[in-house]
């Protein structure tokens, strides 16, 4: 099987291919991390509309914080926001995969 589809992964050890729901390896039986699913949210996508948009709150809306988003754009024009939405982005494109999945993921 190809590993560019679904059904296959690669152990993290041995890089060996593996089925994508192993959870240790058949080959060099190391558990295999565990990385919670973000809801197709992309940590990237995440963090570009930080830095570019983060003043109007875009990036809290994209991640499902509707609160947040909504006290950000009526703080935009103090231009709070905007600074902390430029740090938020910077530390979104900082973050490894499985940290944003764990931190924003449900």
């Known amino acids: 099987?190809?590993?560019?589809?679904?059904?296959?992964?690669?152990?993290?050890n041995?890089?060996?291919?593996?089925?994508?729901?192993?959870?240790?390896c058949p080959k060099c039986g190391i558990r295999q991390p565990v990385i919670a699913s973000t809801d197709?949210?992309?940590r990237v996508t995440a963090g570009v509309l930080g830095i570019l948009l983060g003043g109007f709150g875009i990036h809290k809306f994209?991640?499902?914080k509707i609160g947040?988003?909504?006290i950000y754009?009526?703080?935009?024009?103090?231009?709070?926001?905007?600074?902390?939405?430029l740090i938020e982005g910077i530390k979104y494109l900082a973050m490894s995969?499985?940290?944003?999945a764990a931190k924003y993921g449900k």
């Open 73 to 85: 754009l009526v703080f935009f024009w103090t231009f709070i926001p905007t600074i902390i939405g």
């Open 40 to 42: 197709g949210k992309n």
């Open 97 to 100: 995969d499985a940290e944003f």
């Open 62 to 64: 994209y991640l499902g």
């Open 1 to 12: 099987m190809n590993p560019q589809q679904k059904g296959t992964k690669f152990c993290v």
């Open 14 to 24: 041995c890089g060996g291919e593996i089925d994508y729901r192993a959870e240790i």
């Open 68 to 70: 947040w988003g909504i």
